[in-house]
């Protein structure tokens, strides 16, 4: 026998409501799949952050953590590339481009 989840009600605008019945159409799912979805994606968001956040901290407060650092995603990651220029047939195709506060590979060099 199934045990149906507890749920509860929420007041957003009328606007709001609108807005996630539109997602949920066109992704065909329930309005409840794309809050869920929103939830996951801003936590992730907020992780990331802190992520980018504590190697800022690192460099600045420790200099020699931060070298080490360097030193082993270089061992594991092969050296940085010789450009960040992507090749002129990828020029526009790319949504967005990263700098020194997202998280990620380039955030090490």
Not at 57 to 75: F, G, I, K
Request: net charge neutral.
């Amino acid at each position: 026998m199934a045990v149906k989840p507890k749920a509860t009600t929420i007041r957003v605008s009328v606007k709001t409501r609108d807005r996630i019945a539109a997602l949920a159409k066109k992704a065909g799912e329930p309005m409840t799949a794309i809050i869920d979805q929103a939830i996951r994606e801003m936590e992730r968001k907020h992780r990331w952050q802190r992520v980018a956040e504590q190697m800022e901290e690192t460099r600045h407060e420790s200099p020699r953590a931060w070298a080490d650092y360097l030193s082993e995603s270089e061992a594991v990651q092969g050296p940085p590339p010789r450009s960040s220029r992507v090749a002129p047939e990828w020029e526009g195709l790319i949504p967005e481009e990263r700098n020194e506060g997202d998280p990620g590979r380039d955030l090490a060099r």
